[in-house]
């Protein structure tokens, strides 16, 4: 049931959405499964989508916009 409505919708639908899509023909089928239970039917069989990797967005010191020269570099501090 899961992996015929992933190939008719997408691949990648998430377990909230294929809960609440899925609930109506589980009961039309009289398959009575909560959320947790059905999370970890998803789990069991490898079908949950894997969270993404955040990735770090640094500074990009190579754009068109003007850049400034470092004026501290060579400066040596003379107070506190």
Known sequence: MVLQYRKKVGSKTGGIKLYSDLQ???IH????IGR????RFLRH????IPKRKNYVTTTNS???F??????VKDHVPTRP
Do not use: A, S, T
């Not at 069989?45 to 949950?48: E, P, S």
């Open 66 to 71: 003007r850049k400034y020269r470092n004026l």
């Open 24 to 26: 109506n023909e589980m």
């Open 45 to 48: 069989y490898n079908l949950l």
């Open 29 to 32: 089928q009289n398959i009575n």
């Open 62 to 64: 190579k754009h068109f």
């Open 36 to 39: 947790d239970k059905f999370y």
